[in-house]
């Protein structure tokens, strides 16, 4: 069955660096799919369940903590893995993370190798 | 980067739907076929014209159909244009992100570091991490004497001497020229014979334009270095140089203000044998820095005054460095004692010894027996080498005194005024008269809780030159030899009834008890003396004041 994953962020940059950081993954018959804001990423989410997401706090519209939130309180969708990406020096947010059901927190400027391990991780490919 | 994959385009949830309605719209079939035949769209029995699909000039597949399968075969060009545009960028955006990625992480290391090599270290290992090399150095050089210092090094070559000293070797060129190359030219690399490098890549250290050093690459394979690995390693030296430059001054910073510290330890120390801690103390000051002209203090203390008998003798048939010498020796050999009992020594006056026992008289008494005593191994010592045994003697006042920072200006002096110290000097003078070792006042005396513990003999009252009252003073017999001790002490009471019968101008019974000791004690000079006098009055008018003082005795 074909995987799906979902980037969420609204800066175009950060997307790209995503994508071309889980190129490979393509191979694998995974399905990139990516939202500017919480609102589309919400919706996405909702329709297309993927497996994992990327998913920045900081973004207009919604945030990422309350697309989270949404997801895992509200819509039950426990089976959706959520990586969630802050910005260094706000660490605070971690705490806040595990409240919104956050699986796992990634800190930005991220580390391209960390950031596939975690994606082939969740998606159990080799 | 990963190569495109016309699959992945075709199979896209924007893409399909487009193929299936252009298929359905042109009323003509057409076959998308992978670069091995593979089909991927659409049916392909009995196409007559193919057209390629192509991504930079790579073939990725084709559109087999009629003629209208160019505009399908065009469109998809187009697609696959735009997508390997996008991966490009990707790429180039990717890379950015981990050289950015990398130089963040390093910075971070570096600034958790403080020694300029584990710095230098953590350059190098960073560095060989990123670029394929079998060996690495980094050498700081040293201007001044144009040579280099290893900083760093890894993968274990040994360079010589000449290497890094060698003016004119290729290393010490590298690291003083203030560039970043890459050499893979054999006749150059043959110059560093210890390094066996078929390729070498290095990169300056560089602070405000000045030349530090360089990080150094050695590749003994046949790899090529690559001007991406020389943007890297210059990134590398580039954020190591000013860590490893603060390091220096940071190390060198704490080096010298080590050896301020040691400076002023060492004059601390030197000034503490000058002026004593006690004394600085006394006044109370914590420092000598602190001390000021004028400053005093008053205070009841024990003067100990010691002197070396018959030492003009002594030092006749002595040189005059070993006159020194045997005078440092004794005083090496007293002062430990004095300081011991809580005493500083003032001064030291030649063969004599002035000390201040600023607490009570026991440290002073106490100190006098054991010098007694010490005197009586040192001795022993001489008796060995055939060397005239020493003879001391030690006088001891207590009462006040005056302790103060005299002289002028730019002269300063650690003095001590006092009518004390005249005293104790006179009365360490009466040892010669009275023939004992060691005299004390009754003011010290006085201050002796447990008189019992030290033996004592009272010698009567004198006047000493300069004083107007009187002094009753004490031998103390404690520090004498072992054989000197016993025959004092087995004659005390005998001594003591004299001595009583003597102030009493009974002086025939004085004489008789007198004589007694020295029947015990043939030794005993100082009942000798004593005896003497008790003759003398024995046979004059003593005036009815006569109150037993011996005057002027000093002169």
Do not use: Y
């Given at each position: 069955?074909?995987?799906?994953?979902?980037?969420?962020?609204?800066?175009?940059?950060?997307?790209m660096l995503i994508e071309q950081t889980l190129e490979e993954l393509e191979d694998n018959d995974v399905e990139f799919l990516s939202a500017d804001n919480g609102e589309k990423a919400l919706e996405i989410i909702s329709e297309e369940k993927p497996?994992?997401?990327?998913?920045?706090?900081?973004?207009?519209?919604?945030?990422?903590?309350?697309?989270?939130?949404?997801?895992?309180?509200?819509?039950?969708?426990?089976?959706v893995y959520i990586v969630l990406l802050t910005?260094?020096?706000?660490?605070?947010?971690?705490?806040?993370?595990?409240e919104v059901g956050a699986d796992v927190y990634m800190t930005k400027p991220f580390d391209p190798e960390v950031l596939l391990k975690k994606a082939k991780e969740v998606l159990s490919i080799e | 980067m990963a190569r495109l994959k016309l699959n992945n385009l075709i199979s896209k949830k924007e893409v399909t739907p487009l193929l299936s309605s252009f298929a359905a719209s042109l009323a003509s079939q057409f076959c998308i076929e992978d670069e091995k035949e593979k089909i991927l769209f659409g049916n392909c029995d009995e196409q007559t014209h193919e057209y390629l699909l192509k991504s930079d000039d790579e073939i990725l597949g084709k559109v087999r159909g009629d003629g209208n399968a160019e505009r399908i075969a065009e469109f998809l060009n187009l697609l696959l244009y735009k997508e390997s545009e996008k991966k490009k960028l990707g790429t180039e955006v990717l890379n950015l992100y981990q050289e950015l990625n990398f130089i963040f992480n390093f910075s971070e290391k570096l600034a958790q570091l403080i020694e300029p090599d584990a710095i230098a270290q953590t350059a190098l290992n960073e560095a060989q991490h990123l670029i394929s090399s079998t060996s690495g150095v980094v050498v700081l050089f040293d201007e001044a004497h144009i040579r280099l210092n290893l900083l760093a090094s890894s993968g274990g070559i040994n360079f010589s001497e000449d290497d890094f000293n060698e003016h004119g070797s290729l290393l010490l060129q590298l690291a003083a020229s203030g560039q970043s190359e890459i050499i893979s030219d054999a006749p150059t690399l043959q110059n560093i014979q210890s390094s066996q490098a078929q390729s070498i890549i290095y990169a300056s250290l560089k602070v405000n334009q000045r030349v530090m050093g360089a990080i150094i690459l050695f590749n003994q394979g046949f790899g090529q270095y690559t001007a991406g690995d020389l943007k890297l390693l210059t990134t590398l030296a580039l954020q190591s140089s000013s860590a490893i430059?603060?390091?220096?001054?940071y190390e060198k910073n704490i080096r010298e203000a080590r050896e301020r510290e040691e400076a002023?330890?060492?004059?601390?120390?030197?000034?503490?044998?000058?002026?004593?801690?006690?004394?600085?103390?006394?006044?109370?000051?914590?420092?000598?820095?602190?001390?000021?002209?004028?400053?005093q203090v008053e205070r009841e203390v024990t003067v100990l005054f010691s002197d070396i008998r018959d030492f003009t003798t002594l030092s006749e048939q002595m040189t005059p460095a070993e006159?020194?010498?045997?005078v440092s020796s004794f005083n090496e050999l007293m002062g430990p004692i004095i300081r011991r009992h809580n005493g500083f020594i003032n001064q030291y006056l030649g063969d004599a010894i002035m000390a201040i026992f600023p607490g009570s008289a026991v440290d002073a008494v106490a100190a006098a027996v054991e010098m007694q005593l010490a005197l009586n191994e040192f001795n022993n010592e001489r008796k060995i080498k055939n060397q005239l045994p020493i003879q001391i003697g030690i006088g001891m006042h207590t009462g006040p005194l005056i302790m103060g920072i005299?002289?002028?200006?730019?002269?300063?002096?650690?003095?001590?005024?006092?009518?004390?110290?005249?005293?104790?000097?006179?009365?360490?003078n009466l040892t010669k008269h009275f023939k004992c070792g060691v005299i004390l006042t009754n003011e010290t005396l006085q201050q002796l809780s447990q008189t019992e513990k030290y033996k004592l003999r009272h010698l009567g009252l004198v006047k000493v030159k300069g004083k107007k009252n009187?002094?009753?003073?004490?031998?103390?017999?404690?520090?004498?030899t072992e054989l000197q001790f016993q025959m004092k002490l087995s004659t005390l009471n005998i001594f003591s009834d004299g001595m009583s019968f003597y102030l009493d101008k009974s002086f025939e019974k004085a004489a008789t008890a007198f004589q007694n000791v020295i029947d015990a004690d043939a030794a005993d000079l100082t009942a000798k003396i004593f005896l003497r006098k008790a003759t003398k009055y024995l046979n004059a008018v003593v005036p009815e004041d006569w109150m037993a003082v011996e005057e002027n005795l000093n002169s």
């Open positions: 069955m074909q995987q799906k994953l979902l980037i969420v962020d609204d800066e175009a940059h950060i997307r497996h994992l997401v990327f998913l920045d706090v900081m973004m207009p519209k919604m945030n990422g903590m309350e697309v989270c939130r949404r997801v895992k309180k509200e819509l039950g969708l426990n089976d910005a260094k020096g706000q660490e605070l947010d971690r705490q806040k993370g595990q | 430059n603060s390091a220096l001054l002023m330890r060492r004059i601390h120390e030197i000034t503490v044998k000058f002026v004593p801690r006690e004394f600085i103390r006394s006044l109370g000051k914590e420092v000598i820095t602190d001390v000021r002209l004028g400053d006159n020194f010498f045997f005299t002289g002028d200006e730019l002269r300063l002096d650690a003095t001590t005024i006092s009518d004390t110290v005249n005293t104790a000097a006179r009365i360490e009187l002094l009753s003073i004490h031998e103390c017999f404690s520090g004498n």
